[in-house]
């Protein structure tokens, strides 16, 4: 499998250049001006041959229909910049009101108005664009899920409506100034390793590097050449590992349903501590399942320079603010990914953010494992095709990764959790897990 089976995308739906399909479009109607011309001295020319008594036909017909095709894919490079210039505009003035700026916010809604006027049809066409972005990881899941329970109800017929109840919950999708009520002192975080390291160099190697067996959080210190530290977290996802396990399912419901900032949260924040980190420091976190949730609340929490958040399979995507570039591994049949409802529509975080997609193939329950697309070395693999990709958009990535290479020394530290008070578990059926081989114990998120 190649990267030409992933999606790419700078956001959910917006991930175009509307000033570029301008230009196209004004470079087509050029041409087909061309085309006119080269038509109309054809057609001389074969009056002239005509004339001569030589039944000769050039070819005028085939220019008429080439500048006629041109100028209808024009039209149509137009109408697409329209619409998502109305999808961005939406998107920028939300932004607005929801920082305060009224001002900027009635300018913004002004010039979408002004296109409205021009184009009646932009809003319907967006709502059908979007309607077919978010259904598209439905239509994978149904596939994946495509096991008849009785005569009549086939599995697959549930993931529309519980896709369409999580994207009505709007749980998936975190907004900025969205924040985690405290709960401290529940964990302890314990050393168990550390070693000198290299800065890593891809996303292949920053997802390698996710802690598995009975570790749950990797630290990376980096010392540049001005003796200043960063620091590189990286997260595992749900573990089965018992009552005192900070890795559960009520971590995983307390993120998800901001109920508090969860043990594993607390935990990841003692291991940044216990290695050297401090408020405001650049910390760039890396995460895997229920990694993607803490990941994801720790780089908006406004405590730390967050450059770079990588999350795999997480249920959630952050808005990120306009310092901080998202790389959003997704499948679009992992179950866990599901519960992100499709993320945001419009492009989140710094210019170059990227939600990178694809679908894993084979049935989830036709298997021999119920969440398939959803373990981490599927995602391991995503990552790979994400490196050799040849999209121009994977360069802000290996920018940022470059940030890192001048670093003097870099050491690794790694941790366990637990809770300090076990409690039962939260009563919540519990997903079949599977020891990967040099990974972490895969979960539903």
Not at 6 to 33: E, F, Y
Not at 175 to 204: I, M
Not at 238 to 252: H, I, R, Y
Not at 284 to 302: I, R
Request: aromatic share 6%; glycine share 12%; with cysteine.
């Amino acid at each position: 499998m190649g990267s030409d089976d992933l999606d790419i995308r700078s956001g959910g739906l917006v991930a175009v250049d509307t000033d570029t399909l301008r230009a196209a479009a004004g470079h087509l109607r050029a041409s087909a001006a061309a085309c006119d011309a080269i038509g109309e001295t054809l057609q001389r020319a074969q009056r002239v041959l005509e004339r001569a008594d030589v039944w000769l036909y050039p070819p005028a017909g085939s220019a008429t229909d080439a500048a006629v095709r041109a100028r209808r894919l024009a039209g149509d490079l137009d109408t697409m910049a329209d619409t998502y210039e109305y999808a961005e505009l939406r998107a920028q003035a939300r932004i607005a009101e929801t920082a305060g700026d009224d001002a900027l916010a009635r300018e913004l809604r002004a010039r979408m108005a002004a296109l409205l006027r021009d184009d009646a049809g932009i809003a319907t066409r967006l709502f059908w664009n979007e309607l077919t972005w978010y259904g598209a990881d439905r239509l994978a899941l149904m596939d994946q899920y495509d096991v008849t329970i009785g005569p009549q109800l086939g599995l697959e017929a549930l993931i529309w409506p519980l896709a369409g109840l999580i994207q009505a919950i709007g749980r998936g999708a975190v907004k900025q100034g969205a924040g985690l009520a405290p709960a401290p002192g529940s964990v302890e975080v314990r050393q168990v390793g550390g070693s000198r390291t290299s800065a890593p160099t891809s996303v292949a190697q920053l997802t390698d590097r996710i802690p598995a067996g009975d570790a749950r959080v990797r630290v990376d210190r980096f010392t540049m050449p001005d003796g200043s530290r960063r620091f590189t977290v990286y997260i595992a996802g749900t573990s089965d590992g018992g009552e005192d396990e900070a890795w559960d399912w009520d971590s995983n419901l307390d993120m998800y349903l901001r109920r508090s900032d969860a043990a594993s949260y607390q935990a990841v924040r003692a291991a940044l501590a216990d290695s050297g980190a401090e408020t405001g420091d650049v910390v760039s976190p890396v995460g895997y399942s229920q990694g993607g949730l803490v990941a994801t609340f720790l780089a908006m929490s406004g405590d730390y320079e967050v450059p770079l958040v990588v999350t795999a399979g997480s249920p959630v995507q952050g808005d990120f603010g306009g310092d901080t570039l998202g790389v959003a591994l997704r499948h679009r049949d992992d179950p866990v990914a599901a519960l992100a409802g499709g993320g945001f529509a419009q492009g989140v975080g710094a210019e170059g953010s990227i939600t990178v997609s694809r679908e894993i193939p084979g049935k989830l329950l036709g298997g021999d494992d119920p969440i398939e697309p959803h373990l981490i070395e599927h995602y391991r693999e995503t990552a790979r095709m994400l490196d050799v990709s040849s999209d121009p958009r994977v360069d802000g990535v290996r920018s940022r990764l470059g940030d890192y290479a001048d670093a003097t020394s870099v050491e690794s530290f790694v941790y366990e959790a637990s809770r300090v008070d076990p409690r039962p578990l939260a009563g919540v059926p519990q997903v079949p897990f599977r020891r990967l081989s040099g990974a972490s114990s895969g979960g539903a998120g």
